[in-house]
């Protein structure tokens, strides 16, 4: 069973919150993170994002730009921008985007449920990635960033934070993108302890939705820890790590899309030809066509989109890897046709996010950057969990959650 425990937050002042709050460190570019964070110096990038404030020739993973994550952090902390809550406490954390609302329930898991597989994941990660996070958390001292985990809905859980929400929330806000953002404070030990019971006893498993990479990372940080204190006791911060815990109900995944730099040799003709083995083709003209089911793709190239639709019998149902739309995608197209064999290695592949939308797509063709584009139907909740449960894993950028968990609005120190 799951462990997830209350913890003695940092959280910023009230009325603090809506400047410090951030996009996550990983889906903005050094640039583009200057540029949101330059007229703001409470902006929460420049803890997780410190590059911003040294020379843009530096290497962002050297130990300089760690030490300044950290020294920006605790300048917040020691000029009382952030505070530590007197009692462990649980946060909902809660997002709005399109009238739409999940709540979240913010709170510390066990490295040891991420090593026994109670919390599973469907991503390999990156070394690189993962040297990273660790470099930053060994340095700050801190889980700056929550990772993002879904838990089968539980009715008691829900009933609970039903009630918390009815109260008014610590942070009300709502984000440059439109994104509202609401957090509440569980701080009744009643309720605490209620909380940590029913993970405990009635929640098997939790699961990676998105932070692969600080999941192992705070893992990684935990182990090293435990092996340098000759005095370890189980008890200590370095077990644990923050997340904040949705019901599966409530998220939803949408399209995670890709862009192709050539065709491998090929003239448009010869790729057509080649794609016609394992998928019905339609042309459908230079209108934006989106996917409308599983197993049926778009693809733009040379001004126009096409609706691809794969054959039967060029998948395997039965397996809840291969069933999928980006498996077969890679091995009907990408490995095949265009020679890409290393999804995340390759320079000829990138990824867009469906937040974007189709016409990101179409303008990163038309650019002359990129010489054709695939749109794909995304992942239900339900096939991850089967993935996970299965001990799969999933093909490089399946998933793609939205709206992210903004940065900074509670932290979890390691001490």
């Known amino acids: 069973m799951a462990i997830v425990k209350p913890f003695r937050g940092f959280r910023p002042l009230k009325d603090k919150a809506k400047l410090i709050a951030s996009r996550p460190y990983d889906v903005l570019s050094s640039e583009e993170a200057r540029e949101s964070a330059k007229n703001n110096p409470l902006s929460f990038l420049h803890i997780i994002k410190p590059e911003i404030d040294l020379p843009e020739d530096i290497d962002v993973h050297s130990a300089t730009v760690y030490e300044k994550g950290k020294q920006n952090l605790l300048k917040l902390i020691?000029?009382?921008?952030?505070?530590?809550?007197?009692?462990?406490?649980?946060?909902?954390?809660?997002?709005?985007?399109n009238n739409k609302t999940q709540y979240g329930l913010v709170g510390c898991a066990h490295i040891d449920d991420y090593l026994n597989e109670i919390i599973k994941k469907h991503e390999l990660t990156r070394p690189d990635k993962e040297d990273d996070r660790v470099n930053h958390i060994n340095t700050t001292n801190f889980n700056a960033e929550p990772v993002f985990f879904a838990y089968p809905d539980n009715k008691k859980i829900n009933e609970i934070v039903a009630k918390i929400i009815r109260k008014?929330?610590?942070?009300?806000?709502?984000?440059?993108?439109?994104?509202?953002?609401?957090?509440?404070?569980i701080d009744d030990q009643n309720l605490v302890e209620k909380i940590e019971t029913i993970f405990r006893e009635e929640v098997p498993y939790t699961y990676v939705a998105d932070g692969h990479h600080r999941t192992a990372a705070a893992a990684r940080v935990g182990i090293e820890r435990r092996k340098n204190n000759p005095n370890h006791t189980g008890d200590e911060e370095y077990n644990y790590f923050m997340a904040v815990h949705f019901p599966s109900s409530q998220l939803n995944i949408i399209d995670y899309n890709r862009v192709i730099k050539d065709l491998n040799g090929l003239s448009i003709e010869e790729f057509i030809g080649k794609l016609g083995e394992s998928f019905t083709i339609q042309p459908i003209g230079p209108t934006i066509y989106k996917p409308q089911k599983l197993h049926e793709f778009s693809m733009y190239l040379e001004g126009n989109w096409f609706r691809l639709e794969a054959k039967y019998g060029t998948y395997n149902d039965c397996d809840p890897v291969e069933v999928l739309d980006v498996t077969i995608l890679t091995c009907k197209i990408l490995r095949p046709i265009l020679d890409i064999q290393d999804l995340r290695r390759s320079t000829r592949i990138d990824f867009v996010g469906g937040i974007r939308g189709l016409n990101e797509l179409k303008r990163r063709v038309d650019s002359g950057e990129m010489k054709a584009a695939f749109a794909l139907y995304p992942v239900s909740m339900e096939q991850l969990f089967k993935i996970a449960d299965n001990g799969s894993i999933m093909p490089p950028k399946t998933t793609w959650f939205e709206p992210k968990l903004r940065s900074g609005l509670v932290l979890h120190s390691l001490s």
């Open 168 to 185: 008014e929330p610590e942070y009300d806000f709502v984000a440059e993108d439109e994104i509202g953002h609401h957090l509440w404070t």
């Open 78 to 97: 020691n000029n009382g921008i952030y505070s530590q809550d007197k009692h462990a406490c649980y946060y909902v954390y809660a997002q709005t985007l």
